[in-house]
């Protein structure tokens, strides 16, 4: 089987997918859409030698930031939360705006010559964990502890933000 | 190693293309849907769009910083996901509804 065609089959699934996500009724139906969506990603990944990114891809996406998404939509009971749509004149107008931003970069990327380096296409070993490791451990070790600090504020972030807030106001006048 | 067999079948040009048109899906779903935990998947996918076109430069012009840039995307992305969520839940608490339109009282 030729690769090209591997290429623009899982290019149709993954928009075909999207597309799905935005136009779904049922919140959950659009969250296993999206998994599908990111599971599409990471055959990209894969076909472009970024082993590491498809993992990382699979595991944070579609394995905690997704269960993530389905526990909120299963605690907050949306049965009684009939969506009412906007008017077909916005869908239009949204769709027309959001095709000639599409249709913009692609004319622009049509008419630029994009210049692949010869000398500079031997390492194709570069997707592998080892080599992102190291990477990620040496010259990008700044960030990478800022990452650390930034979870650490989101996870305290989330808990300060979930608790109750009667329990707030009674530990205020506690102290 | 061997080489990604993509490289030689498939241009740059169609990755970027790819990459476009989930980002512009995603902006579509942000304009048109009113259940805010939707939007916020629709951001997701947009930032995902971002991430494809990145991977597939670093891999087209054999240089790791794209790669690790796409795993710093998805650092932001999780710890951005986790505070959003805890804040669309309060606002649940507190107004009975997912109506992006009734989220404007957030301001002041």
Redesign the interface.
Known sequence: M???YI?YFL?AL??IC??M??VSKH?IR??LF?VA??FC?SA??I????Q??AL??IV??AG??MV??LF??M??N?ND?M????SPM??LA??V???S??LM??SA??TTQ?S??EG????????LVE??GM??YT??LF?MEI?SV??L???I??VL??RKENKMISNSQIF | MYKPDIIEHISLNHYIILGTAIFIIGLLGVLVRKNIIIVFMCIELMLNGVNLILASTSTFYSDAGGQVMVFFTMAVAAAEVSVGLAIIVMMFKNLQSLNIDLFGRLKG
Request: charged content about 5%; some cysteine.
């Open positions: 030729n690769i090209e290429f290019s993954t928009i999207a597309t996500v935005v919140p659009s969250v999206l969506t990111f990603i990209h990944y076909l472009l030698n970024a590491f990114l990382v891809n944070v996406y905690a930031i993530l998404f909120v939509i605690f907050l949306l939360q969506e009412h749509n906007k916005f869908w949204a769709i705006s959001a095709g931003i599409f970069v692609v990327i049509g994009l692949i380096p500079n296409t031997e390492n194709y070993t570069l997707g080599n992102i990477k990620l010259d990008y960030p990452c930034l979870f504020v989101a996870m972030g989330a933000l979930s």
